[in-house]
T-cell receptor, first 117, second 109 residues
């Protein structure tokens, strides 16, 4: 299994509070991704990173920000959590050796279940 | 916008039967197509990746085909086992991954 960990694994928070989720990899992969998974919507890309300090928006980026100061860590921040952000969040990595975003197999972390009350 | 559809949404078969899972996508300009498996409460596990230039990819009892021109992929699982019970997701890469909603498979012992 690819060395990807996510923390915390579960979190319950209140509306309006800031929340940061962490993804850590030990594979030295170039690309890192944050997805959310919701019933009826499947997996949707929030943000991705193609290198240290290089990030871009995905399909559902509103209300989220990301940072990547080291190759191994990719943080997802909800500046002011809302109930609509209750979801399961997955981090993924890929090597990108074929060039371009997502042109290699993506490996997923175990997920973080976030509940916003 | 890429739309990915998986039919059926759920499938129940007796052990030993071959499984056929379908995936269709709307934009054929893709880099690759990936099949994943997801167990309840777990993350996704990559099963197969088919590059856009390939027609099929095999791994053990799994075989995936890709017909880019018609926007279709099929995942075949031979001689199904109860341990194959999971949700199977396909994802199309056209610079980013777009996922289907998945097919939930139950293999009855």
């Amino acid at each position: 299994d690819a060395g990807i960990t996510q923390s915390p694994r579960h979190k319950v928070t209140e509306t309006g509070t800031p929340v940061t989720l962490r993804c850590h990899q030990t594979e030295n992969h170039r690309y890192m991704y944050w997805y959310r998974q919701d019933p009826g919507h499947g997996l949707r890309l929030i943000h991705y990173s193609y290198g240290v300090k290089d990030t871009d928006k995905g399909e559902v980026s509103d209300g989220y920000s990301v940072s990547r100061s080291k190759t191994e860590d990719f943080l997802l921040t909800l500046e002011s959590a809302t109930s609509s952000q209750t979801s399961v969040y997955f981090c993924a990595i890929s090597g990108g050796t074929s060039g371009g975003v997502g042109t290699d197999t993506q490996y997923f972390g175990p997920g973080t279940r976030l509940t916003v009350l | 916008k890429q739309e990915v559809t998986q039919i059926p949404a759920a499938l129940s078969v007796p052990e030993g039967e071959n499984l056929v899972l379908n995936c269709s996508f709307t934009d054929s300009a893709i880099y690759n197509l990936q099949w994943f498996r997801q167990d309840p409460g777990k993350g996704l596990t990559s099963l197969l990746l088919i590059q856009s230039s390939q027609r099929e990819q095999t791994s053990g009892r799994l075989n995936a085909s890709l017909d880019k021109s018609s926007g279709r992929s099929t995942l075949y699982i031979a001689a199904s086992q109860p341990g194959d019970s999971a949700t199977y997701l396909c994802a199309v890469d056209d610079y980013k991954l777009s996922f289907g909603a998945g097919t939930t498979v139950t293999v009855r012992a």
